[in-house]
């Protein structure tokens, strides 16, 4: 028998034990299958789908092998202090112990939501438009947000802020709010409206 539920973001992270940030960006470098469905700009796939990946997907992470056929050595060292982490770069420190642990701050925390509008004409015939994005709260936040809008047609340029949660961005001629909303959406954030 099939399963034919259909899987968003989460479902998958839940499946595989990661973030949905982290689903996103295994689309985004596609990694992940195509999506078996799409409804208002957002993917969905099959559930049967999803676990024929997993099962031909290489065993990292939590996929790999059951503890006690993992070697021991390092762990117990690592135990008895001889093997440390402060000497290791921070990304290393960051899969080891987890993003709390090895920067001391907890990332991408929510921020609060408000709802404002506006978007101005420059002088050169250049739109500015600000929108206001829920969710971000670094620097990772506002690369991901940036980076997603500037990939659309006639963008100039994007500056994100995690702090007031603005993204002011520079285009040819005004944008279309469907293509922005599904831009941030493809990001992992989710769009409020104009400021």
Request: a positive charge; glycine letters at 10%; proline letters at 7%.
């Amino acid at each position: 028998m099939t399963d034919r539920r259909l899987w968003s973001y989460q479902d998958i992270a839940a499946h595989i034990r990661v973030q949905p940030g982290t689903v996103r960006s295994y689309r985004k470098h596609g990694l992940l299958p195509p999506p078996d469905h799409v409804e208002r700009g957002k993917p969905y796939w099959y559930a049967d789908t999803i676990r024929t990946w997993v099962a031909s997907r290489p065993a990292t992470g939590t996929d790999r092998a059951p503890a006690d056929s993992r070697p021991r050595h390092r762990a117990r060292a690592r135990h008895r202090g001889r093997v440390g982490l402060g000497s290791y770069p921070l990304g290393v420190q960051w899969m080891v112990r987890g993003p709390e642990r090895a920067t001391g701050t907890r990332p991408c925390a929510p921020p609060t939501r408000s709802n404002h509008m506006t978007a101005q004409t420059d002088t050169q015939g250049s739109v500015t438009t600000v929108y206001k994005v829920s969710g971000m709260s670094c620097g990772h936040c506002e690369g991901a947000v940036s980076g997603e809008i500037s990939e659309i047609a006639g963008v100039g340029s994007v500056q994100a802020v995690a702090a007031t949660g603005e993204v002011t961005v520079v285009s040819e001629s005004p944008l279309d709010d469907a293509a922005v909303r599904a831009a941030v959406d493809e990001a992992g954030f989710e769009l409020v409206g104009r400021v």
